[in-house]
């Protein structure tokens, strides 16, 4: 077998370089070719030099006479060239000036001399100073020779001897064996077309050779290049013709090589024969020595196929086969142990490529997805997308740009920004804005421009534009925003935000503001008052018609201040259905707001329809003074006032001026009050102080009551009844009740942890009860506080009103499933205590103070305290005396069959660092 590959090897190797060689042999053939027949191309101009120079010259003179006296035949060339013509077509006389002194051609002549052949001539006899030759070819070829010469009398004229090229090209083919052809190569002549033959040594043979390598080969890129056609077994070499005319002609050189070839294929043809026969040997010596190993060598090979198809256990079970039995390996045994590794490392690698395949899928789904995504991005996005030049010209845009522009789909040629983004007040282009500020990548710039639409409109855009390398050049890429609705909206927003959307007056922060200017302003030469009006009850005349009906009447009323108030005062409308006006007059002028007659502002008439109903409004009147800070401490006064109006004198109007210094010395300190209040709930400065709650009955205590206190800046304790008031005019009550009770329920979770069972009772006003999420924040209180819910009482105190009782009754049941009580704080104050006792479901009755603590000394009172117990008692409740102050007094209660007392003689409120609770009365 190696045998045999060694000779096929060896007559291939032969094969190759005899190829090689005859390749090379070619090349120069060809080559020598080409020298042959530019050395024939020589010696036949030397012919035509010798035939001119071997002739008597005439004298320039006697042709012109003769040729006036026409004697000369101009058939008759041996006139001229006696002797052999030597294939001479044509003899011209050509003075240097480029006249024809004389031509003479032989009768089937059909070459004519022209004016260009004459001038070309002239100028490279002019440029060598020799003679000159030349093959030329039209529709046929000729050897022009221009031989300079003088005649006798010295005079200088040039002889041009004209042959056709036919003689060299036989010559050629005669001497060297090959053929030969004058072609022309057309400048636009087709790839794989052959050249246009003008002369040939045989032209249907090298005509049909040129076609076939024309097929092969572009001519005009192989000029003086070799080529050979192994397949039909032909060389050629293309070479410039030496001609001057303005269409190229070439030398085309061919020769045939087909015997040579015969013998090369002969002689492959018996290498191989011979290595055939040596084959067949080898094989049959192969079939009978190794014929067990290449069963084994076989059924390794049909293992082979089944690894491509990853089917690598039976690859394994098929290798089983090849195991030999012999004691020895031989090569197969270690062909078969490499193919199991290579099993192996396949059945590794599969799983791995597997691994990475549904890798790069995944990869591939999400760069898809990533594709989609900015495709969508790009056409959905709400930005105006462009990439154009330094100059303005567009190179891509997205589809809002193309909507806005009236771009189609295909992009014009002169499409450029500057074109639709411009500032109609600037003369520079945005373009020419760009161009300095961009001159490198990575830089940025932001400006609002407009953008005009294919349609006309004028749209407010935000521009940014960057600049980035695109193939080299650098661009930039501009993304635009339409913030027209933003600019119109931000107009209307500030709009709003200044005034009141219903009535179009100025809102609250707003007037706030002017009227800070103004007192600024004004406050020296100008009396400044500020007027306040409240419609009573809005609230309930938005319930009875409706908040369309109620945004009329707040209209109505607006347009009724305009018409009453002077013309140049500020109005505005700072609450629900509250309304300001800054009246002012100069100082000097005495006048004031009392002197407008304003009290008829506080009845209005309100037609809806077609009714009509009489609309109460409550106002006050206070004057600024160089005391107070600014307009909102005056409003803050002035609130403070409509508090006590809506209270007292509902539906009047108040001037406040009229107060005395002492009342308005009170308003003050009770704003001050309230500034401390909420200074104190911001910084966390209200202190728990407990009283304990005694049961008689069993002589300890029972429960404490949470009493609050304000730590003031002085670390000095406020009382409640300084600021509880003042808490409940500012609508302060829930944030206060809240923070108490969460206080307390801190407390109460402190107290179960330590083994304490004492409850706590904890106040909670009306206001705070009544909020729509008490129910909410209180459960999230206990949960937040970890308090137990059967140690708590609520106490709910008979002096606020409740608004709703079925709400409320609701309200304290739910409280009372989940383990607390109840009780009922100043019992007999109010009118409506015995209504409530009725209605809620109240654990305990707290009778207030005011019957208890004159008892010992009061028939009246002791009459009314033992009414209520009794009442009480028949109700299922238990009683709670508040202000018992000495012994006489607990001796009455006690008699009275009360269960729990409270007040001094007991223990007073205290904080919880001094609270004992194993506190007992001695008997």
Same mark, same amino acid.
């Given at each position: ?46 012919? @035509? ?66 004016? !260009? ?170 079939? #009978?020595?190794? +014929? ?11 293992? @082979? ?7 690598? +256990? ?6 089983? +086969? ?16 490499? #193919? ?101 990548? &990575? ?58 959307? #219903? ?42 018609? &409706? ?115 002492? =009342?308005?010395? =009170? ?111 209180? !459960? ?38 989940? &383990?607390? +009580? ?58 709670? #005396? !508040? ?6 007094? @607990? ?33």
């Amino acid at each position: 077998m190696a045998i045999a590959l060694v000779m096929g090897g060896r007559a291939y190797y032969a094969y190759v370089q005899t190829n090689s060689h005859h390749r090379e042999a070619v090349r120069s053939d060809l080559l020598q070719l080409e020298a042959t027949f530019e050395s024939l191309n020589q010696r036949s101009n030397m012919e @035509l030099f010798r035939l001119a120079n071997s002739q008597a010259i005439p004298n320039i003179s006697d042709l012109e006479k003769a040729l006036s006296d026409d004697i000369v035949n101009s058939q008759n060339l041996s006139l001229l060239l006696p002797g052999q013509l030597s294939g001479i077509d044509s003899v011209y006389y050509l003075a240097y000036d480029g006249r024809v002194l004389f031509s003479s051609r032989q009768p089937t002549s059909v070459f004519r001399l022209n004016p !260009e052949h004459i001038q070309r001539a002239l100028s490279a006899i002019d440029n060598k100073t020799q003679p000159v030759v030349t093959i030329e070819c039209d529709t046929q070829c000729y050897q022009h020779a221009f031989i300079p010469v003088h005649d006798r009398n010295n005079q200088a004229f040039i002889i041009n001897i004209n042959r056709s090229a036919k003689f060299l090209i036989d010559d050629f083919s005669d001497v060297s064996g090959a053929d030969i052809a004058l072609v022309s190569l057309a400048k636009d002549l087709e790839i794989n077309a052959a050249p246009q033959i003008i002369l040939a040594s045989s032209t249907d043979k090298t005509q049909k050779i040129l076609n076939a390598l024309g097929s092969k080969f572009d001519f005009t890129k192989h000029i003086n290049n070799s080529y050979l056609d192994s397949s039909n077994f032909y060389s050629a070499r293309i070479s410039p013709l030496n001609s001057s005319a303005d269409t190229p002609h070439y030398v085309a050189i061919i020769k045939d090589h087909s015997r040579v070839y015969q013998q090369v294929f002969q002689t492959i043809k018996e290498i191989f024969i011979s290595s055939l026969l040596m084959l067949a040997i080898i094989l049959i010596l192969i079939a #009978v020595i190794l +014929k067990p190993s290449l069963n084994r060598l076989l059924e390794l090979a049909k293992i @082979l196929p089944l690894l491509p198809l990853g089917k690598f +256990k039976d690859a394994k079970q098929s290798l089983k +086969k090849v195991d030999s039995n012999s004691r020895w390996s031989d090569e197969i045994d270690i062909l078969a142990a490499a #193919v199991d590794k290579v099993i192996d490392s396949l059945d590794s690698m599969d799983k791995i490529v597997n691994d990475h395949r549904k890798e790069l899928a995944e990869k591939i789904d999400a760069l898809t997805e990533a594709k989609v995504f900015n495709e969508t991005l790009l056409d959905r996005s709400p930005l105006a997308i462009l990439i154009h030049d330094l100059d303005g010209k567009i190179r891509n845009i997205n589809k809002l740009g193309r909507q806005l522009s009236g771009v189609t789909e295909q992009l014009p040629v002169d499409a450029n920004i500057n074109s639709w983004v411009k500032n109609e007040h600037q003369s520079t282009s945005l373009s020419a804005q760009l161009r300095s500020s961009l001159n490198r990548e &990575g830089k940025k710039t932001q400006n609002e421009t407009s953008f005009f639409t294919a349609d006309g409109r004028k749209l407010d855009f935000l521009w940014t534009h960057s600049s980035l390398h695109i193939d080299g050049e650098l661009k930039i890429l501009s993304l635009g925003i339409d913030i027209t609705e933003r600019r119109e909206a931000n107009e209307s927003l500030h709009w709003l935000g200044q005034h009141d959307r #219903v009535t179009g007056l100025l809102n609250r922060s707003s007037f706030s503001e002017a009227a800070n200017n103004y007192i600024r302003k004004y406050k020296r030469t100008m009396a400044i008052e500020l007027l306040m009006l409240d419609i009573d009850d809005f609230a309930m005349f938005n319930d009875r018609h &409706g908040f369309n009906a109620g945004d009329k009447l707040l209209n109505d009323i607006a347009a009724h201040l305009h018409e009453s108030l002077p013309p140049d005062t500020l109005i505005s409308r700072t609450g629900s259905g509250e309304f300001c006006a800054l009246i002012h007059h100069p100082m000097k002028s005495q006048s004031r707001a009392k002197d407008l007659a304003l009290e008829h502002l506080t009845r209005f008439t309100f037609i809806h329809g077609d009714n009509k109903e009489a609309i109460c409004l409550s106002g006050a009147v206070d004057s600024f003074n160089n005391n107070l800070s600014g307009i909102d401490e005056l409003i803050l006064n002035i609130t403070s006032t409509m508090v006590r109006v809506k209270n007292k004198l509902r539906g009047h109007l108040y001037y406040a001026s009229d107060e005395d210094d002492s =009342s308005r010395s =009170s308003r003050h300190q009770k704003q001050q009050m309230k500034e401390q209040l909420l200074s104190a709930l911001n910084e966390n400065r209200l202190v728990l102080f407990y009283q304990p709650i005694l049961n008689l009955n069993t002589n300890s205590i029972s429960h404490c009551e949470c009493l609050v206190r304000l730590l003031d800046d002085e670390g000095q304790f406020i009382a409640p009844a300084n600021f509880i008031g003042i808490a409940s005019e500012a609508g302060l009550m829930p944030k206060l009740d809240y923070c108490v009770i969460e206080k307390a329920m801190r407390q109460q979770c402190l107290w179960e942890d330590s083994g304490i069972a004492t409850g706590l009772s904890i106040n909670v006003t009306a206001p705070t009860l009544e909020q729509a999420d008490f129910k909410q924040r209180i !459960e999230d209180l206990i949960q937040l506080t970890g308090a137990n819910p059967h140690r708590l009482i609520f106490e709910i105190v008979e002096t606020d009103a409740i608004s709703n009782l079925s709400v409320t009754r609701d309200l304290l049941n739910h409280f009372k499933t989940i &383990g607390a +009580k109840i009780a009922f704080d100043d019992f007999g104050v109010g009118f409506t205590s015995f209504e409530y006792v009725r209605d809620l479901p109240v654990d305990y009755i707290k009778i207030d103070q005011s019957f208890v603590r004159f008892i010992h000394e009061r028939e009246q009172d002791r009459v009314l305290v033992k009414s209520m117990v009794e009442m009480s008692h028949s109700l299922g409740k238990s009683v709670i #005396v !508040e202000g018992v102050e000495s012994r006489a007094a @607990l001796d009455i209660v006690k008699e009275m069959g009360v269960e729990y007392v409270q007040g001094y003689h007991v223990c007073r409120p205290m904080p919880i660092s001094a609270l004992d609770l194993s506190l007992h009365l001695r008997h």
